[in-house]
């Protein structure tokens, strides 16, 4: 207990050598400027390209590669199925290819030679047509044999998936030694660099809304604004609450922003005059507000205000100050003045 008022007084000697020193202060008027009018509305962020990839052929599945939060590459193997049955088919296909190939052959050279012993009269017409139509199936056979093999092949490639995009994972449908048939779930990823905003703006200001065309996007956490890139306004509206669907493109670097989050969409809906001071002379005491007020005389008084909403590093005071009134910037400084102002009044 002894050392404790021995540490208070060395935490002391710095705060009362600065109280000793001469402060200057530098004040700020509040001056009323022209600012927007801004409304405030909830929005909330989704993904513009998103996909949910499906099986095409049937099977067990061999491996999944990714899971939720995983980031692939367009292109990027995303799952195997087993391909054995599908292997052999291509297989099988290409063998019958090969066949009709041949086939074609012998019926061309015989299809040839015909012909020209049909030129000198040698073989009847009817064993000449024969031979034609033995060409032309054999043609056929090929054409389908061709098909076989393309349709094998498409089959062969489908038991690998494959990411149509860059992105990330958000769901993940299907397991390794699964069974799967078209048509199923395999997993759901969205492009994070393709976001946007969606709001539902109220008919009263929707006039408004068209005419300025100026919105900003405000995050809920720190208050962080980012810029909108496009604004598209649909052109009806919602039969059950008259609201219009406004939807906000955002900058490809918003890497703050994921999909589902809540944000706050200001819309600019006209012209007002703010009473705005820095933000850097607003002090916070507990739950009151307040700046240190520096009359015409150099007097400093402690004074609670209303703030309301930051326009960069500015912020407006609804009430308890009045326009061209000085305030302190250095809120620090100020407090030691004004404590210096009590004790040289007693």
């Known amino acids: 207990m002894k050392h404790i008022p021995l540490c208070f007084a060395v935490l002391l000697m710095p705060v009362l050598a600065y109280a000793q020193t001469p402060l200057t202060l530098t004040g700020v008027q509040a001056e009323p400027v022209v600012a927007p009018l801004e409304y405030r509305l909830d929005g909330v962020v989704e993904a513009s390209k998103q996909a949910t990839l499906s099986a095409e052929v049937s099977g067990r599945i061999q491996a999944v590669y990714f899971d939720v939060d995983?980031?692939?590459?367009?292109?990027?193997?995303?799952?195997?199925?087993?391909?054995?049955?599908?292997?052999?088919?291509?297989?099988?296909?290409?063998?019958?290819?090969?066949?009709?190939?041949?086939?074609?052959?012998?019926?061309?050279?015989?299809?040839?030679?015909?012909?020209?012993?049909?030129?000198q009269k040698l073989i009847s017409q009817a064993a000449f047509d024969k031979t034609k139509a033995n060409f032309n199936a054999s043609q056929a056979r090929l054409q389908s044999a061709e098909?076989?093999?393309?349709?094998?092949?498409?089959?062969?490639?489908?038991?690998?998936?494959?990411?149509?995009?860059?992105g990330v994972v958000v769901e993940r449908h299907a397991e390794a030694g699964e069974s799967i048939s078209p048509g199923q779930k395999i997993m759901t990823g969205y492009d994070q660099s393709k976001l946007r905003i969606i709001s539902n703006v109220p008919q009263s200001i929707i006039a408004e809304v068209r005419k300025h065309q100026q919105v900003r996007i405000v995050l809920l956490e720190d208050a962080t604004t980012i810029p909108v890139d496009k604004i598209t306004i649909h052109p009806f509206a919602n039969a059950q609450n008259h609201s219009f669907t406004v939807?906000?493109?955002?900058?490809?670097?918003?890497?703050?922003?994921?999909p589902g989050m809540l944000v706050k969409v200001v819309f600019t809906v006209g012209e007002t005059s703010r009473l705005l001071i820095p933000r850097k002379s607003l002090v916070y005491r507990s739950e009151v507000s307040a700046v240190y007020v520096?009359?015409?005389?150099?007097?400093?008084?402690?004074?609670?205000?209303?703030?309301?909403?930051p326009f960069g590093d500015q912020i407006e005071i609804l009430a308890g100050l009045e326009a061209n009134e000085t305030v302190a910037l250095d809120p620090v400084r100020a407090g030691i003045r004004l404590k210096n102002q009590q004790e040289a009044a007693q």
């Open 294 to 309: 520096i009359d015409e005389t150099g007097e400093i008084t402690f004074r609670q205000v209303r703030p309301g909403n």
């Open 247 to 258: 939807r906000l493109s955002i900058p490809t670097n918003a890497d703050t922003l994921f």
């Open 70 to 119: 995983d980031y692939v590459k367009k292109g990027e193997i995303i799952l195997r199925i087993r391909d054995n049955e599908y292997r052999a088919q291509l297989k099988k296909a290409k063998a019958a290819l090969a066949e009709a190939m041949a086939n074609l052959q012998d019926t061309k050279q015989e299809f040839t030679r015909n012909q020209d012993l049909r030129k």
């Open 147 to 166: 098909a076989n093999v393309s349709e094998a092949e498409e089959q062969f490639d489908h038991t690998i998936v494959r990411a149509p995009f860059s």
